[in-house]
């Protein structure tokens, strides 16, 4: 295929050849031990991990575009074969229906750079007037990701003995959920994901960020996918109220959390509850 579709700069004559990218070695987040050691692992992702070599795109900062003038760009991507998208298309659907929320993890260390990508890849995503209005924290430190446990336990207990009422309980129940979140320090990072609700500069300058929710969801959503096609589990955890993780990580007062996604292997031993999604045919409407 990568034959067939030859280099950069032949398949896009408005930009010149990216320059050779140096390989470095991936760092590995978690305890330091063998990433192979966890037997319900694939016997050859170890090996794989250890050869992966981070890619490095060059790119333009970003700074805000308030009030700048229309400067169009050629955009004109490869079309792909038909038959070549249907095979695409069929393997993404088959490999994202495999994707479950996983509470229990492993605690091997996972390849830095995969999870970097996966947020590069987040960061794609569309946003209101492109004003990408996230912030991704990359938690690593054993002692805070136990500091966010324990605050996130003392909220979720509060939310179980009363806060949530009967009908949400009743909703979680199938989960198996409580108010006990082994997996904010079982796993070996954990992405707070922030919502920037304005932008805020060095000299205290605001400007006003539009759809936020929806941007932020739909970067959650593409960050999900991409740990999941790179060989990761995840989960979205979203205790209520989230104040005390601007606190814990000293966030700007501009950013506001929006979910917490604690990110590793499954357990040798990880167990999911027994749900069936909806069928194509019970969400898709043709018009």
Request: charged share 25%; aromatic share 6%; glycine share 8%.
């Amino acid at each position: 295929m990568a034959g067939r579709i030859g280099p950069p700069e032949a398949r896009d004559p408005d930009r010149g050849p990216r320059p050779k990218v140096p390989d470095r070695p991936v760092p590995a987040m978690g305890s330091g031990r063998d990433a192979g050691a966890n037997s319900g692992m694939c016997p050859s992702w170890a090996a794989v991990a250890d050869q992966t070599r981070s890619m490095s795109i060059p790119t333009t900062q970003w700074t805000p575009t308030h009030g700048d003038p229309y400067r169009p760009v050629p955009y004109r991507p490869e079309r792909m074969p038909a038959a070549e998208s249907l095979a695409r298309a069929a393997e993404l659907r088959e490999r994202m229906d495999g994707r479950r929320t996983v509470r229990q993890f492993s605690a091997d260390p996972v390849p830095e750079q995969v999870v970097k990508d996966a947020i590069a890849c987040a960061a794609t995503a569309p946003s209101g007037a492109h004003q990408q209005p996230w912030t991704f924290a990359l938690v690593k430190d054993a002692e805070v990701r136990r500091r966010i446990r324990a605050a996130a336990e003392e909220e979720e207990r509060i939310s179980y003995d009363g806060r949530l009422g009967e009908e949400w309980l009743a909703a979680l129940r199938p989960l198996g959920t409580d108010e006990v979140k082994p997996h904010l320090t079982d796993a070996p990072a954990l992405i707070v994901v922030f919502q920037q609700r304005y932008w805020l500069g060095e000299g205290g300058d605001k400007r006003k960020h539009y759809y936020v929710d929806e941007s932020v969801g739909i970067a959650v959503g593409m960050l999900l996918s991409a740990l999941h096609l790179s060989g990761l589990a995840a989960l979205v955890h979203t205790p209520s109220p989230m104040r005390f993780l601007s606190e814990v990580l000293g966030r700007p007062a501009n950013e506001k959390a929006f979910a917490v996604i604690p990110v590793g292997y499954p357990a040798v031993d990880c167990q999911v509850p027994d749900l069936v999604r909806k069928s194509l045919d019970q969400v898709l409407v043709e018009i």
